[in-house]
């Protein structure tokens, strides 16, 4: 009865790993949604306290508008803070690479920027720099050190062989960077973008929520906290749940680009045939 | 005024490069090389043959200048036709070595790169593929090769310079046994056609006397020269060669050489 080809087989299995993965994660999802409506209706809570799923997509639907603009301030302090932090630690990375001295003297504070919490960081920022840019400066700060510290260590990864055959070949400095650090470094570039995307995010959320109680402001965390003032429960789920998408989106495409600069050479993009 | 070097042929020709008492002691104290003298003569193909960990590697590093002597000395041939410099030197590592992220083609292309030629390096690079058996891999990535096609990309990538001099680390020693044969007949097709010095880094007796004009046993950690033969049987070898009396005969005579090399004590 079962004749058919394992080749159909395996195929069959492969579709149907595919679309678990899609619609695995879907249906917890519905699932979740239904159980928080189903609570929300049997119990009869009073939106001031937890408002439904339904009552929470009309918010976002009313006040489109205004969380719109939001989005858009939060997104652009992220992706601002993002970039920045992309071109400083993979920079600073590079720098402190050609130069011992140079990594000396500034990996610690490096270290100390990290290991000192942003939340602890940011009232203190308020103060010093405009709003806008100490928002920014918070999200460079969280995000730009896994950029460093993979880049550094991507740069000390390189092939010993390789490296003697560049050596070999009277390679300048700059050719063993261009053509041989950096493309060995590349996967752990990728790696710590996929981490600062989210962290610039949290960087951008944390200042938000500090400058919203200064009472400056209009990003989306400035929404949630005002929104809690007002006690619109709603809108402080809607504004959560766009903060949360944005998240995802990011880590979405990141992974995405990393899966298509990687795919042909690196072990990690590799389709595992078995 | 250049010393002779003293040759069991007697044969006048000026050695390319010779090591003088070459000693190497690494940072931890391991003493690899003690007293090695060594003369590479044009046009021959050279094999050093001794037990794992007897600086044979070391001493190939020392020649390509990878690697720096604690004792002793390297010198290069200024004869007119001789001279060799260091930019016509090629090497073929233990791995292939090739970097993952480029195509063969540009893993071919790199030490032209790196030496600041232009950019019509096109015909060169397909050139030394082809020489290989790779043309139609071109631009394959190296994880979609097999393990003795990574290798030929790598030997291609050292004859792209058209190099005088070809070091060869232990190349095969990761393949199995037919791809292994298989390489070491198109090499020797090679170093015919090409007319290249090629020194041979190996711990296989068979692959040594296959190949080489001549083997020198090392004698195990501290590595020197504990004999040399000269493998007398003319080229072209092919498979009928391999089962030959003849090549029995002289792989028994190079183990027994072997065998003695490692049981060799040094004097107190």
């Known amino acids: 009865m079962s004749a058919r080809p394992a080749s159909d087989d395996r195929q069959g299995r492969w579709v149907l790993d595919r679309a678990a993965r899609i619609l695995m994660p879907v249906a917890v999802l519905l699932l979740v949604v239904l159980a928080w409506a189903t609570v929300v209706h049997v119990y009869a809570i009073p939106p001031y306290v937890l408002p439904g799923p339904r009552r929470v997509l009309e918010t976002m639907w009313a006040d489109w508008d205004l969380l719109r603009d939001s989005l858009l301030v939060t997104l652009v302090t992220t992706l601002e803070g993002f970039a920045l932090a992309l071109a400083g630690g993979v920079g600073l990375a590079i720098l402190f690479n050609q130069s011992r001295l140079l990594e000396y003297s500034l990996y610690p504070y490096a270290v100390i920027l990290q290991v000192t919490p942003i939340v602890a960081i940011a009232p203190l920022l308020l103060i010093y720099l405009p709003q806008p840019v100490a928002v920014l400066a918070c999200a460079w700060i969280v995000a730009f050190f896994p950029l460093l510290a993979n880049t550094t260590l991507g740069l000390n990864s390189v092939d010993r062989n390789l490296a003697d055959l560049f050596a070999l070949y009277g390679a300048s400095r700059a050719q063993v960077l261009w053509r041989l650090k950096l493309p060995s470094a590349t996967p752990y570039i990728l790696g710590g973008m996929k981490i600062a995307g989210g962290l610039s995010l949290i960087g951008a959320v944390v200042a938000e929520i500090a400058a919203g109680s200064a009472g400056a402001g209009s990003g989306l965390a400035y929404r949630i906290a005002e929104s809690g003032y007002r006690l619109n429960i709603p809108r402080m789920f809607a504004a959560l749940v766009l903060l949360s998408a944005t998240g995802i989106v990011m880590f979405f495409v990141l992974s995405l680009f990393s899966y298509l600069v990687l795919r042909r050479w690196h072990e990690s993009a590799l389709a595992r045939d078995r | ?268």
């Not at chain 2, 044969?181 to 711990?203: C, E, I, P």
């Open chain 2, 1 to 268: 005024m250049r010393a002779t070097i003293p040759m069991t042929d007697g044969s006048p020709v000026p050695p390319i490069v010779a090591l003088r008492g070459v000693g190497k002691t690494f940072g931890n104290g391991v003493v690899a090389l003690e007293g090695l003298d060594l003369a590479v003569r044009p046009g021959e193909f050279l094999t050093l043959l001794g037990p794992s960990g007897c600086g044979k590697s070391t001493a190939l590093r020392i020649i390509a200048g990878l690697s720096e002597p604690t004792r002793g000395e390297v010198e290069w041939s200024d004869a007119a036709e001789g001279a060799v410099s260091r930019d016509q030197i090629g090497f073929v590592f233990q791995e292939p070595t090739l970097m993952p992220w480029a195509t063969v083609a540009a893993n071919v292309r790199l030490p032209l790169r790196l030496a600041g030629m232009p950019a019509d390096v096109g015909a060169r690079v397909a050139a030394s593929l082809e020489r290989v058996g790779l043309a139609s891999f071109a631009n394959a990535y190296p994880r979609e090769l097999s393990g003795g096609m990574k290798m030929r990309a790598s030997i291609a990538r050292a004859l792209v310079t058209e190099p005088k001099l070809l070091l060869m680390d232990e190349p095969f020693a990761a393949l199995d046994e037919i791809t292994r044969f298989r390489l070491n007949g198109d090499l020797l097709a090679l170093w015919q056609s090409l007319r290249k010095t090629v020194v041979f880094v190996t711990h296989s007796v068979f692959e040594s006397v296959f190949l080489s004009s001549r083997i020198i046993v090392m004698t195990p950690r501290p590595g020197r020269v504990f004999k040399e033969l000269v493998i007398a049987a003319t080229y072209p070898r092919d498979e009928r060669f391999r089962t030959s009396a003849e090549y029995a005969g002289l792989c028994r005579m190079t183990s027994q050489a072997l065998a003695a090399a490692i049981a060799w004590e040094k004097p107190a």
